[in-house]
């Protein structure tokens, strides 16, 4: 029977704890993932406030608000700030919350350290954001933090090293957590090939975050010795070469981008279906295009790289590697296109997100494809256009398909509905907005605007000013969406067990809100793909 | 529907807007950067047609296949021979794109058979030329004034993208770059002529290109390389042979003259009339034209001790650089004495620094030998 | 049962904490490995002497070379190739002259690293003497001339028609001294 190895929940396991020690010592999956949720929203807004400052000097060409280092400052802490304070948290927390309700185990496996990865954040946090305030202010050179100018920068840039440390050690400390409880954990019955896309596609992300992310730490604390111990990683007077650094760096940094995709596939693969009535369509093709894409991630690093001047074998060999990325990616739009083909489609808030997800997901892939072929990198590259290509597959991927999750599980978590009205609002809004702010950047890339400026020549004016606009009214609405749920949290509607007709997981079987300690004997389960429950026995919560 | 009204303004002053600015990649004047324009324009249409049909299929099935249209579903959720034709064709695709693009990339990689060679030097924040085969070079600067920048005066029409010394190559003729840098990593990049190159320091990397008709093409520094990465504008000036030659002869003639007389003895007025143009070009970004600095990064020069007394300190910290912070570059390697005698004799007499010292020529000459 | 269940979440927790650990392991050992295949495919040489190839004499295919210099950041040296472009043919031995001033008030030891483009020529390119052997220790002030003598292996691959040489200059720090 699976059991929860070290939680403290004995003393008092039919209650909850009361008050702040209830969060300080938290070990309960459901408050931890509480914990990751609002932390990731205000990283969020954060991070997003430093992105309208950017929008704000680039609304006109000229310097008006900013001086150039506090722009790159912006830059840099916006990067960082969002990819991990934001949305690598946020999947996290959705994971915390999700995952022992969709496998049928009790809690997470290592509660305590459950406890230890959440509270590692907010210090990480806040030692990123002091930076601002310390002598030559916050690093500046990117979130890419390339070698040699993070050599360059103050001790805001020792800071934001030791910040990348805390925040690694947080996310490999949740994976292991994540990979334990998948592969350790599941009830009788959940077999992995059975098992949910959420719980497969956060499996496989976790194992990339274990790979990746102490190469990341390698790699700044590479920096952080050639700042202050005299060593000469990357600085070629030394016999060191800072495009190493490059190398090192996007090692990490590709499988990083699908550490921010992959979870967003999983939590698609169980919305569409729902609200398709549907079961999702190629489950066994998404768990291995799933786990292809995690693999080729480690083998593209170098794309990134195109303009350093590479020996054109290694420019086709990434170029050729990179391309092949498209055919699972594909396979994953097309199957969930197949799910809704032939369904009995409605349209409520989770899935207009997940529409709008596959749409500019697509676009961005697509961008992303055209990026890909190296000799028309060579025009693209560390342009507006490659910024317009990311924000389309983070924020209208990560950010969108966060959205159709917190709608959708809202009613388990909190046992209230949400306000759909405005759910809606939100969406048309976020959809319209966001495209307004960043399609006309494709344009500006391809006309020759360089990213990272913090001013720019007269013919880029019309389509900055056009961004800065969308990009104020686009923050302004997740208001709307902090508003609901705040509103819906205290005075929503009561929720039914299962609100969602089409949907089938193991969560949807338990009580809302789920219980405190749910699943604290295990089930015994009759599951079929993609984690439909057929039956089930047993199953005690307190 | 007040949404769709809204779009369809939306839609409209993107549409206007459009005429006004620059929505493709820029009108190519070199074979490579017609290839990436023809590479470009085919991905689209591919990219373009695949997105319309895949969100056909899914607004078809968005509008046909919803519940209030009294559907029920269809619960078929595998089809062997849908998944090999999806997973096959995307596939067929890129091949199909990779061919095209695998001769672009090997152009781009051929610099062999040049015709001329141009080392081209990044430095926060500006650009050297040095023409190999002609034994001269000059720095290239940002020449739109920070008054511009700030507001205060009106912007010239190629603002930010306009310098004191472009760099001027025949047409027709093959030029290669070596590209290398001073101190942190800089990008060449020259979106007309399809160029882009990291500049590595202590790497050097080259690159290439043929311009075929005479023209001023403008471009910018394209990696993140420190506080004034925006300010560093890359123009060529592309010219007909016989006029290249004819401006190469001029040049030469100019740069012969430039050089001065290292033992000349300088009036104050004189030496500080230069000083402020050298000041200008190199010392603005950090110590700003108030002298002020910016505190907590840039050090004040107005009233600062080192430049109102010490004067033997004042020559070594311009010629050597700075060993607490890595920000102040030894000038001495790029700067004649004549410069820097000039420039130094400027900050002794600018702003509130009334000291009336003149720096001359010489003295720097012998603080470069060590014997000041 | 639970105990059981706790030390098989243990071991699982030990086995993922290694491959943690081994990557971060794996992040430090890319510095080596980068360096063995940029020296195998020829991208940073190191500076030896080499023995001249057994052809040497024996004329062979015309090759163009452009010779340069770059200087670190911040060293106030200035160092010329006394020759910027000379037409050699492979198997010849060839003598290229470069001055180099340190223009510095102080004593300061340089140590020399040759770069090539294509990078793939640099193990043709057989230098019999260069600068770039030793470190080089100058006098505030002083102006040197160093002789390269080199010959381009007649085995070079035919694709390879143009060479460039240049040298990357850097200071040993501490060598000095005021």
């Known amino acids: 029977m699976a059991t929860v190895t070290d939680t403290q929940h004995a003393p008092h396991s039919h209650g909850k704890p009361s008050g702040l020690s209830r969060w300080l010592t938290a070990t309960n999956h459901k408050d931890i993932g509480t914990l990751y949720l609002w932390f990731s929203f205000a990283m969020f807004l954060s991070g997003g406030v430093m992105a309208l400052c950017i929008r704000a000097e680039l609304f006109h060409p000229g310097l008006q608000f900013f001086q150039p280092e506090l722009f790159n400052q912006f830059t840099t802490l916006h990067g960082l700030i969002m990819v991990f304070g934001a949305i690598m948290p946020a999947f996290t927390g959705l994971a915390n919350w999700l995952l022992p309700l969709m496998i049928g185990a009790p809690d997470m496996a290592f509660a305590r350290m459950n406890n230890w990865s959440f509270w590692l954040l907010p210090p990480a946090a806040l030692l990123l954001l002091a930076s601002f305030a310390v002598p030559g202010g916050a690093a500046a050179a990117g979130w890419t933090l390339y070698a040699p100018l993070s050599t360059q920068m103050g001790m805001g840039m020792d800071m934001t090293i030791f910040a990348i440390h805390i925040m690694g050690i947080s996310s490999i400390m949740g994976s292991i957590n994540i990979i334990v409880t998948i592969l350790n954990l599941r009830a009788p019955g959940m077999t992995l090939m059975k098992m949910p896309m959420f719980a497969w596609a956060t499996l496989i992300t976790a194992y990339l975050i274990i790979a990746v992310m102490p190469v990341l730490a390698g790699a700044v604390t590479m920096v952080l010795t050639d700042r202050h111990f005299g060593t000469h990683f990357f600085n070629a007077a030394g016999g060191g070469d800072p495009i190493l650094y490059q190398h090192v760096f996007w090692f990490f940094g590709h499988p990083e981008v699908y550490i921010m995709a992959l979870p967003a596939f999983g939590i698609i693969s169980h919305v569409i279906p729902t609200f398709a009535r549907k079961p999702l369509f190629g489950y066994t093709s998404m768990v291995y295009a799933t786990s292809s894409i995690g693999i080729l991630s480690f083998m593209v690093w170098a794309h990134h790289m195109f303009a350093t001047g590479m ?66 990198d060579i025009a693209l590259h560390a342009s ?148 439909a429950i057929r039956a089930m026995k047993g199953g005690k919560h307190h | 529907m007040s949404f769709l009204r809204f779009f369809t303004v939306m839609l409209g002053m993107l549409a206007t807007s459009a005429e006004a600015a620059e929505v493709n990649l820029q009108s190519p004047v070199t074979s490579i950067a017609r290839d990436i324009y023809g590479l470009h ?231 500080k009339a230069r000083g402020e143009k050298v000041y200008q070009q190199n010392c603005v970004p950090c110590h700003q034209a108030t002298g002020k600095g910016i505190p907590g990064s840039f050090p004040a020069l107005d009233g600062s001790k080192i430049v109102t007394t010490d004067k033997a300190a004042h020559i070594h910290i311009v010629l050597n650089g700075s060993q607490k912070n890595p920000a102040m570059a030894a000038w001495g390697k790029q700067l004649s004495d004549t410069d820097i005698a000039a420039v130094i004799t400027y900050e002794r007499n600018a702003w509130s620094n009334h000291t009336g010292d003149v720096i001359q020529p010489k003295d720097v000459k012998a603080a470069r030998g060590g014997k000041v | 049962m639970e105990s059981s269940q706790h030390s098989v979440n243990l071991v699982l927790l030990k086995k993922l904490a290694i491959i943690a650990l081994v990557m971060f392991g794996f992040a430090w050992a890319l510095v080596p490995m980068y360096r063995v295949i940029c020296e195998a495919t020829g991208l940073n040489q190191i500076a030896v002497a080499d023995a001249a190839p057994m052809q040497a004499g024996a004329a062979g295919a015309q090759i163009e070379m452009t010779f340069d210099s770059m200087v670190q950041a911040g060293l106030p040296w200035r160092v010329r190739p006394l020759t910027s472009h000379l037409k050699v043919k492979t198997g010849e031995f060839i003598r290229v002259d470069y001055e180099i001033t340190n223009a510095s008030d102080r004593r300061m030891v340089g140590q020399a690293v040759p770069r090539y483009l294509p990078a793939a020529a640099g193990e043709y390119v057989k230098k019999l003497d260069c600068f770039c052997f030793k470190q080089q220790s100058f006098e505030p002030g002083q102006t040197k001339r160093f002789p390269v003598v080199f010959v381009v292996d007649p085995k070079m691959p035919r694709d390879i028609s143009t060479i460039t040489l240049a040298y990357s200059i850097f200071e040993v720090p501490g060598q000095g001294g005021l």
């Open chain 1, 384 to 531: 507006y256009y490659v910024v317009a290509h990311f924000h389309y597959v983070l924020v209208a991927g990560a950010l969108f398909s966060l959205f159709a999750a917190i709608y959708y599980w809202f009613p388990k978590m909190t046992g209230k509905m949400y306000n759909e009205r405005l759910g809606k609002v939100h969406f048309w809004w976020s959809l319209i907005w966001f495209n307004v702010t960043f399609f006309p950047m494709h344009f500006l890339g391809l006309a020759g605007m360089p990213r990272r400026i913090p001013d720019y020549a007269l013919q880029f004016t019309t389509f900055n000013e056009i961004a800065s606009v969308g990009a104020f009214f686009f923050g302004l609405g997740q208001l709307i969406f902090l508003y609901n749920m705040l509103v819906s949290i205290r005075r929503g509607e009561p929720a039914p067990q299962k609100p969602w007709e089409g949907a089938d997981t193991l969560e949807w079987q338990i009580p809302t809100p789920a219980p405190y300690h749910s699943f604290a004997e295990a089930p015994e389960l009759e599951v079929a793909e993609n984690g």
């Open chain 2, 41 to 271: 324009t085919l991905l689209l249409i591919i990219t373009g047609t695949i997105a319309l049909v895949v969100f056909g299929v899914m607004f078809y099935a968005i509008i046909r296949h919803r519940k209030v249209a009294g559907r029920t579903a269809k619960l078929f959720h595998e089809n062997t021979t849908v998944e090999v034709i999806w997973t096959v064709v995307p596939f067929l695709i890129l091949v199909g794109m990779a061919w095209p693009a695998t001769r672009t990339v090997l152009a781009q990689k051929s610099t062999r058979g040049e015709d001329m060679t141009i080392k081209v030097t990044g430095y926060q924040w500006k650009w050297r030329y040095d023409y190999l085969d002609d034994n001269f070079g000059f720095v290239s600067h940002l020449a739109t004034p920070q008054s511009a920048i700030q507001g205060v005066s009106a912007k010239p029409v190629n603002y930010l993208l306009e310098v004191d010394e472009p760099l001027v190559v025949p047409t027709g003729k093959k030029v290669r770059l070596l590209l290398t840098a001073n101190d942190v990593i800089h990008s060449w990049w020259m979106p007309a002529l399809g160029v882009k190159q990291d500049a590595i320091p202590g790497f050097v990397r080259d690159t290439w290109f043929k311009v075929d008709t005479p023209g001023t093409y403008r471009g910018q520094c394209s990696e993140l390389c420190g506080k004034d990465h925006g300010y560093m504008p890359i123009v060529v000036i592309a010219k007909s042979p016989a006029d290249y030659d004819k401006w190469l002869a001029d040049k030469k003639k100019a740069v012969a003259a430039m050089a001065d007389d290292p033992n000349k003895i300088w009036k104050l007025e004189d030496l």
């Open chain 1, 311 to 376: 020996p054109a074998t290694a420019q086709l060999f990434f170029m050729y590697a990179t391309m092949l990325i498209a055919v699972p990616t594909g396979v994953k739009v097309f199957n969930w296109i197949a799910t809704m083909w032939e369904g009995s489609m409605t349209f409520e808030t989770p899935m207009l997100f997940a529409i709008g997800f596959i749409m500019l997901f697509t676009i961005g892939g697509l961008s992303g494809v055209t990026l890909s072929v190296a000799a028309v």
